[in-house]
């Protein structure tokens, strides 16, 4: 038990670091280059919610500003999100005033389906390096070498066949799916607040001893340092979240220019 305790925290310790070297990272560079044009991300969000481009403007370094666009999502299901994948090609080209230095596209499930074919359109279209959530998990859960997971949805069980299926052909193993029943209206962005509280009992109580992470898909979904001191002690595993895991690799992304 002592060693698995050490494991966990182990983990967590490590994606912190993980972060933290990210945001480090591109704050110097942004600090050495601070007289030249400021760096943009371009955000293409789904539907009328506000909720990420407010993440995003909260936790960009200095220097950093990001230019937004949206896409209709008229139907949380299947043809729902092929439709709107649809549309990002034309909403990245809408951006290109802006000189975006690279496209972040927050869907999840979306990138689930389609993500190879997203980066590569709109980069075909565009000549700008893009990123979505479904890539960046896989690649954030090996570099904490945490190939087994529980994963945290709001959306239906279809969707989340998708998201496993993805996962498993990555060497990521979804050991559980946890979902929390929400009231879910046309669109994810119709959503009420989260209780965190509630959530952290959802996902303690269901949490499978195998798991060496959480990702969490929820559009809304965002800890603060509080809440996910909170979340680390209790669960004693890294948690990740789409907001979260985006905006790290948009940064990292910039600062490579790859």
């Known amino acids: 038990m002592n060693l698995l305790c050490h494991m966990r925290r182990s983990a967590t310790l ?16 942004c600090i050495m280059t601070q007289n030249t ?14 909720s990420v ?7 960009i370094p200095p220097h950093v500003e990001v230019a937004t666009t949206r896409v209709a999502f008229e139907e949380v299901s299947y043809l ?26 927050p ?21 700008i390096p893009t ?29 989340n066949i998708l998201e496993k299926l993805f996962f498993a052909t990555h060497g990521i193993d979804v050991r559980h799916i946890i979902r ?35 990702v969490v898909d929820h559009p809304l979904f965002v800890l603060e340092e509080e809440q996910r001191r909170v979340y680390a002690e209790r669960l004693g595993r890294p948690i990740l979240s789409t907001n979260e895991i985006l905006l790290d690799a948009a940064l ?3 600062e490579t220019g790859a």
């Open 180 to 214: 929390i029943e929400e009231q879910i209206g046309s669109e994810p962005s119709q959503l009420v607040p989260i209780d965190y509280g509630m959530y952290l009992d959802i996902i303690a109580g269901q949490m499978p001893d195998e798991a060496e992470a959480v």
């Open 14 to 29: 490590r994606q912190s670091k993980y972060l933290f070297d990210i945001h480090t990272s591109f704050i110097q560079n």
């Open 37 to 50: 044009i400021s760096p943009v991300i371009g955000l293409i969000t789904m539907g009328t919610s506000a």
């Open 80 to 105: 729902g999100l092929l439709s709107m994948v649809a549309q990002l090609p034309a909403a990245a080209r809408l951006l290109l005033s802006a000189r975006p230095r690279v496209f972040a596209i």
């Open 252 to 254: 990292r992304r910039m």
């Open 131 to 159: 990123v979505v959530p479904s890539l960046e998990f896989v690649n954030a859960l090996h570099a904490l070498n945490a190939p087994r997971i529980a994963l945290v949805s709001i959306f239906s069980v279809e969707l």
């Open 107 to 127: 869907s999840m499930t979306g990138s689930c389906i389609k993500g190879n074919e997203i980066i590569n359109v709109i980069q075909q279209h565009t000549g």
């Open 53 to 59: 481009e407010t993440y995003f403007h909260r936790h």
